[in-house]
């Protein structure tokens, strides 16, 4: 309930800029700027095997952090819109790998712990908010929330390294095409950040091992991250 309320107060009467406190505005036109970057893919250094190309918007700084934070922890629903315009011209990035399928979006799932705590699932919200402006500019996407699930309890990520990241992730994720039925889709992965992309190369391997190998990935930020000199990490077979 405080969640929703504070969610609401924020919808009525945006108080200032989540990035630079700027009065009368969720998010500024300088800090909301990086949102409207033309999409480009990324590669996280080191590069976690079985990563699928990754399309992103933005980097993982200051007003774009502030937003996704506030996003997802604060239930700031006033950020939705920002976000999703972003990650669909993601999507639709991502989308030139589909071979002229329909893209299925796949969201990375939230735990049930993370859902529990938030009170609902930011990811879903966002990537339904995207795909519905994909619809509108004619792009047939649809989402399914169901076909990536947690096999086993994670911690959280925050903090840890690439290779505990890894560590912590490795075979978490479980996934099933039984809901898949019809002609075929492209998919496509979908997450709010990339950081060390354990958690998407994970998720990408759920998926193929349940015969739905993802095309892509499509993301709104890219953290930077600089391989430090004493980690000689091979990086062969990653994206691309």
Partial sequence: MPRLLSALVDLAVPAACVGCGAWGTDLCPPC????????????????????????????????????????????????????????????????????????????????AAARRARGDDPLLRLVRAAATRLRRSGVPVTVEAAVVRHGRAVRDSA?????????????????????????????????????????????????????????????VAHARRRLPPDLGVVTRGAAG
């Fill in 32 to 111: 909301a700027a990086p949102l409207r970057d033309p999409p480009r893919w990324v590669r996280p250094t080191p590069c976690p095997l079985g990563l699928p190309p990754v399309a992103a918007i933005a980097a993982y700084d200051a007003g774009v952090r502030a937003a996704l934070v506030h996003h997802k922890e604060r239930a700031a629903y006033s950020l939705t819109a920002h976000l999703a315009d972003a990650l669909a011209r993601a999507v639709a990035h991502a989308a030139v790998t589909a071979d002229e399928c329909a893209p299925l979006l796949v969201p990375v799932p939230s735990s």
């Fill in 159 to 219: 903090g840890l390294s690439a290779p505990d990241r890894a560590a912590n992730l490795a075979g978490a994720f479980d996934a099933t095409a039984e809901r898949l039925r019809g002609p075929r889709r492209a998919v496509l992965l979908v997450d709010d950040l990339v950081t060390t992309g354990a958690t998407l190369a994970e998720a990408a391997r759920a998926l193929r091992r349940a015969g739905l190998p993802p095309v892509a990935c499509a993301v």
